[in-house]
C-alpha cells in the first residue's frame, strides 16, 4: 500500500474559528472541501496561554502531552526536555525502529544548517530534529524536496514567484515518491511566519501573502489528491487564520486526510496517537 504523505501545517487555526475576511476565505477547491470534511481540534490542552510550536508538534509527532510534561506551552524549538521525548517516541524514530522508511521532504538551503548549529544551541523545529534523531537525513535522496515558502520570498512584501503550476506536479511527485515509503511528512512552517505579521487593522499585504500561500497549500494537495495519494493535513496552532493580531491564538486546529481513517480525537495528543495506530504503532 502506498505511504502516508503528511503536510503539517503550522500555526493555521481552523477555518470554523477564523474571523470573517480572513485568509480562508476565498476558494480553495482541494484543500477547504478536505478541511470542512475533517476535524477542529483543541489545541491548548486545557493550559492557560498560547499553544507554541515546540509542544505542539510534539504532541503530534509522540501522541504524548508534552504541554503537561513541560508544564506549560513551550517552543518554538524544542529544548532538552521535549528533545528526550522526541528522541524517545516520535513518529519517524518509532517508524525506523520497526524497520519502516520515512523522510523529511523539507528542502533546506546551507544557510539553514549554519543557523541551526550556531552557538551550541539546537535550533531545529520538532520535524527535523525527530527525523534527525531517527537517524535519517535531511534533503533526503530520491524524495522531491518542498521550499517551505512555497515560492513566496522569505522577507516582506513576500514576493510570489510565479510559477503557481509547479506545485501540483509536486505534489504528483511526492505521491509518486510515497509509494516507496510509509511516511513522507512536509513541515510547513511559512505559514506561521506569516501569521506573525497580523496587525490591527489587517495589513494589506500580510492578508494578500496568506491567501497566496493557503492557494498553493491547495495546488499541492491537489497535486497529491488527483494521483489518488493518502494524505493527512494538521495544524499545531493558531495564528494565520487571525492577522487582526501578532501572535498566536487559541483557535482549534484542522485534522484532515484522504484514504486514511480519523478517527474521534478531540485533542492533538489524541490525534497523534491516531497517526501512530496507522502504522501498527502502540500509542
Not at 487555526?13 to 481540534?41: F, K, M, N, T, Y
Not at 500580510?206 to 493557503?214: D, E, K, S, W
Not at 491564538?249 to 497523534?272: C, I, Q, Y
Request: aromatic fraction near 6%; proline fraction near 8%; charge should be negative.
Amino acid at each position: 500500500m502506498r505511504g502516508i504523505v503528511w503536510l503539517a501545517l503550522d500555526g493555521v487555526g481552523h477555518p470554523q474559528d477564523a474571523p470573517p475576511g480572513s485568509v480562508w476565505e476565498q476558494d480553495l477547491p482541494a484543500l477547504r472541501p478536505l478541511i470542512d470534511a475533517g476535524l477542529a481540534l483543541d489545541a491548548t490542552l486545557g493550559v492557560p496561554g498560547l499553544p507554541q510550536s515546540g509542544t505542539g508538534q510534539a504532541c503530534w509527532l509522540t501522541g504524548t502531552d508534552a504541554v503537561a510534561l513541560m508544564g506549560e506551552h513551550f517552543g518554538p524549538q524544542p529544548g532538552p526536555t521535549l528533545q528526550r521525548l522526541l528522541t524517545a517516541q516520535s513518529l519517524p524514530v518509532a517508524l525506523t525502529r520497526v524497520g519502516g522508511r520515512a523522510a523529511l521532504a523539507n528542502g533546506y538551503v546551507p544557510a539553514y544548517f549554519e543557523a541551526a548549529g550556531a552557538g551550541g544551541r539546537n535550533r531545529l523545529g520538532c520535524f527535523p530534529f525527530s527525523f534527525r534523531a531517527a537517524g535519517l537525513p535531511l534533503n533526503p535522496p530520491g524524495v522531491p524536496l518542498v521550499g517551505a515558502t512555497l515560492g513566496l520570498g522569505y522577507a516582506r512584501p513576500w514576493p510570489d514567484d510565479g510559477n503557481a503550476g509547479s506545485w501540483a506536479r509536486l505534489g504528483a511527485a511526492l505521491a509518486d515518491a510515497a509509494a516507496g515509503h510509509d511516511l513522507i511528512a512536509a513541515d510547513l512552517w511559512f505559514g506561521d511566519l506569516l501569521g506573525h505579521a497580523g496587525a490591527q487593522p489587517v495589513l494589506p499585504d500580510a492578508l494578500t501573502a496568506g491567501r497566496t500561500y493557503l492557494r498553493r497549500v491547495d495546488t499541492l494537495l491537489a497535486g497529491l489528491l488527483d494521483t489518488g495519494a493518502r494524505v493527512v493535513v494538521s495544524s499545531d496552532h493558531g495564528n494565520l487564520e487571525d492577522l487582526g493580531v501578532k501572535g498566536h491564538t487559541r483557535a482549534r486546529v484542522p485534522f484532515a486526510g484522504s484514504g486514511v481513517n480519523l478517527g474521534s480525537p478531540v485533542n492533538v495528543v489524541e490525534a497523534g496517537q491516531v497517526l501512530a495506530g496507522w502504522f501498527g504503532l502502540p500509542d
